[in-house]
């Protein structure tokens, strides 16, 4: 299987401008995950699809953040009007329901956020 | 509350040492699982191993073991002759019944394995 691939690998915006991430998962997991991991912290949940949809938002999930998975295949994650509390990596990740590896999440190698 | 805790925030061994890395994790759940991950300087996060609530067998693969005691809530992750390829960032994570997907990470410990 190919791997959760992310891009971009780096992103570096200044304050204020809008961002946009995409996630391809695991093909055939049909559940997709967004986590953030700020320095010298494990990740946190931000968000999750089933399919198509959006099952679960954290409450780290502010306004600005909004995630999409529309057509049940790949994400996209888009900050707005960012800030500089927003650099950190972001992480995607996928699982299945079925089989021995059901429910384990597969991470992708992240897109590291920097915003000046 | 569901928590996981490693205390360890940095552990330094040289080469061929033996190293335990701890996880404690809290939760009223009688379904849970647990899991380990590593992280490179790379960056992605790399799955190790799974258990569930139910299962309290230790495992071992190659020179990785685990071990798992419900009776004090740890999930202890023990890397035999560590070798510098071993070096990352090792987090345990937890996921309950309750929590549906969402999996809830410790701050992780640091290996640095030295030649």
């Known amino acids: 299987d190919t791997g959760v691939s992310q891009d971009p690998r780096h992103k570096i915006t200044k304050r204020g401008q809008n961002v946009t991430f995409r996630c391809d998962p695991i093909s055939e997991h049909n559940r997709l995950y967004w986590y953030r991991q700020t320095l010298g912290q494990g990740p946190e949940f931000l968000t999750y699809?089933?399919?198509?949809?959006?099952?679960?938002k954290s409450r780290l999930l502010s306004d600005r953040f909004s995630a999409e998975r529309p057509k049940g295949s790949f994400s996209t994650l888009e900050i707005q009007r960012t800030e500089q509390g927003d650099s950190a990596m972001y992480l995607c990740a996928s699982s299945k329901p079925s089989g021995l590896a059901r429910n384990t999440q597969y991470f992708g190698p992240g897109t590291r956020l920097t915003v000046l | 509350a569901q928590k996981v805790t490693q205390a360890q925030t940095e552990i330094s061994v040289v080469e061929k040492e033996d190293v335990t890395l701890d996880c404690v994790y809290e939760?009223?759940?009688?379904?849970?699982?647990l899991f380990w991950y590593k992280q490179p300087p790379s960056g992605e996060l790399v799955f190790l191993i799974r258990?569930?609530?139910?299962?309290?067998q230790n495992e071992i693969s190659g020179r990785y073991s685990w071990n798992f005691q419900k009776s004090t809530s740890s999930f202890n992750f023990t890397i035999t002759a560590s070798q510098v390829v071993d070096s990352a960032v090792y987090f345990c994570a937890l996921r309950t019944e309750r929590n549906t997907d969402k999996l809830i990470f410790g701050t992780g410990t640091r290996l640095q394995v030295f030649p």
């Open positions: 699809f089933q399919n198509e949809a959006q099952l679960e």
């Open positions: 939760t009223r759940d009688t379904t849970y699982y």
């Open positions: 258990r569930n609530s139910f299962d309290e």
